[in-house]
């Protein structure tokens, strides 16, 4: 809801709006990833690897054509 006041109110772009959203859990992420990894619950393999993908799917998201999501994801 916060998401869509912003894109309103303050007339920012969907990517910003987004952007922004997914950096303000960063910090959180990192804090819950600290006290796991202390506590030997994580595997640093899956870890790397999930980064790489998820690099890798947002680069892909953001330069692929207008619709190209929505069509993959339901098959137009």
Known sequence: MLSGMT???L??????????SL?????????????????????WRMAAGTAVGSFAGSKV????????CNTC???H
Do not use: K, T, Y
């Not at 992420?29 to 595997?43: F, I, K, P, T, Y």
């Open 7 to 9: 894109l309103h109110v």
């Open 11 to 20: 007339e920012i772009v969907q990517a910003g709006v987004l952007g922004s």
């Open 23 to 43: 950096l303000a859990m960063v910090p959180p992420s990192c804090v819950g990833l600290a006290q796991h990894a202390r506590l030997g619950n994580v595997d």
């Open 61 to 68: 998201a953001v330069d692929a054509p207008a619709g190209a």
């Open 73 to 75: 994801a339901f098959c």
